[in-house]
């Protein structure tokens, strides 16, 4: 029944451009599904930012080939890609291949994915019975599709988690409208407005907070009224600085060092221990409600950033038969290898679609979606994650289970992301009981930050 389908892949991010990829090379037909209008919408929304790895651990082997076979100039492998770099240099040309283009679909938001004619009660021949993919239309319509198999890439970029307390929503978060911005604003750029003379609270403690707190320090530097305030949930944010020069990315260590200095000079007001517990609006701006170690504080800003992590949407698998770690929100056998309350030094290691698999047969969750709650995911990760994937639908699974990933070895511990305070990529970091080794979760692909003020704006 499933002859002659393709394999749906949900998301042209990286990873979703990289399944596709390691498809076509085994002999299957990819259709990715974009819900924005062009490939890599997501990093587009933080392209004003650099990554702490270099180009070399940002591509994909099986998207090289393609690129090589369309004569793509690689970019220099030690160079550190902007966000929009990447999505200009690396995936606008990938999905503009020969062999890729005509498989990708823009515009086409996935909100349901189920079986032709079961819901998920009805086991007789389901595993045989091809995937229905539903996607949205104009005035409320729809369209279905049908797949052989289905990989979600789509990541939690459009999911933050609330700002309150035990994972709910503060009283009046969702009044104070855009008074609280989405995360990794250009603060020096296109969103300068929103920041210049204004009193900013930055809340989280993880690496999307640092690029934010250190784009408002050089803006304060060139706008004066400009205030910053930083709430952690955490009882220090000593974590969130880093190893320094110690550091085996040199970007990532600058990072740390710079913030602490912002924060020890008093350009970076710090409140720790600190629980939102409530959101007043009013015309002058907001009133931050919170609870700290010594008692309630109430911040009066003008702006909120939220630095406080992401969470998968589920809600378009809820007719599939998914088994899930009940904490991490990833597969079942992933969760305990990724869990940010233990998962600590060490190496997280290489898996595939064995790991990946769900009692229902040929759909997987890869990417940053495949790792829940948890912040510790890698863009190299995915790739192999999907690799392995394309090898098991195709039949070859001595090529799936034989898993393997290389990563450089930092010798620090990562930043400090606890109590919740995570970021969107694992790139983005661990919490506090995150340590050295491989499993660092900044080593691929999560913004650092970019250059120098230049004119009033950052240079990239």
Not at 255 to 282: D, N, P, Q, Y
Request: aromatic residues 4%; contains cysteine.
């Amino acid at each position: 029944m499933k002859a002659g389908l393709p394999v749906i892949v949900i998301g042209a991010g990286p990873v979703g451009l990289a399944a596709a990829a390691h498809l076509l090379e085994n002999g299957l037909t990819p259709l990715v599904l974009e819900a924005g209008p062009r490939v890599g919408e997501a990093i587009r929304a933080w392209g004003h930012t650099r990554l702490f790895s270099p180009w070399k651990y940002d591509v994909d082997a099986a998207c090289a080939r393609l690129l090589a076979a369309d004569g793509w100039l690689a970019p220099r492998d030690t160079a550190l890609p902007t966000g929009e770099a990447l999505v200009a240099d690396y995936l606008e040309p990938l999905a503009a291949t020969v062999a890729l283009a005509p498989h990708i679909r823009t515009g086409a938001e996935v909100i349901a994915v189920s079986r032709v004619g079961l819901d998920k009660t009805h086991s007789r021949n389901r595993d045989d019975t091809p995937f229905l993919v539903r996607i949205a239309g104009a005035g409320g319509s729809f369209e279905d599709l049908q797949a052989r198999a289905v990989i979600d890439t789509s990541g939690t970029w459009r999911t933050p988690n609330p700002l309150g307390q035990a994972g709910l929503p503060a009283a009046g978060e969702t009044e104070a409208g855009t008074r609280i911005t989405a995360p990794l604003p250009d603060v020096t750029g296109r969103d300068r407005a929103q920041f210049a003379g204004r009193h900013v609270l930055v809340v989280g403690a993880g690496h999307s907070a640092a690029n934010t707190l250190l784009a408002l320090g050089e803006l304060a530097a060139a706008e004066p009224g400009t205030r910053i305030s930083w709430a952690v949930r955490g009882a220090s944010a000593a974590g969130a600085f880093g190893g320094g020069d110690l550091d085996g990315l040199p970007a990532r260590g600058r990072l740390g060092t710079r913030l602490r200095k912002l924060v020890e000079s008093g350009a970076v007001e710090l409140h720790t221990s600190f629980t939102i517990t409530a959101i007043t609006t009013s015309t002058d701006g907001l009133v931050v409600h919170g609870a700290t170690a010594d008692g309630a504080v109430d911040l009066a800003v003008d702006v909120v950033v939220p630095a406080t992590g992401f969470r998968p949407n589920l809600d378009i698998l809820k007719e599939l038969r998914l088994e899930l770690d009940p904490g991490v929100e990833a597969p079942r056998e992933l969760g305990p290898l990724i869990d940010p309350e233990f998962h600590s030094c060490g190496t997280v290691p290489a898996h595939g679609a064995k790991v990946l698999a769900h009692p229902e047969k040929d759909f997987y969750l890869a990417g940053m979606k495949s790792y829940g709650r948890a912040p510790t995911f890698l863009l190299a990760t995915g790739y192999e994650q999907v690799r392995s994937i394309a090898a098991a639908l195709a039949g070859n699974q001595a090529a799936a289970d034989a898993v393997h990933l290389e990563l450089p070895r930092t010798g620090v511990c990562s930043s400090d992301l606890g109590s919740g305070d995570d970021e969107q990529f694992a790139e983005a970091g661990a919490r506090e009981t995150s340590c050295c080794g491989t499993n660092d979760p900044v080593l691929l692909g999560y913004p650092a930050r970019t250059g120098p003020l230049k004119g009033g704006r950052m240079e990239a």
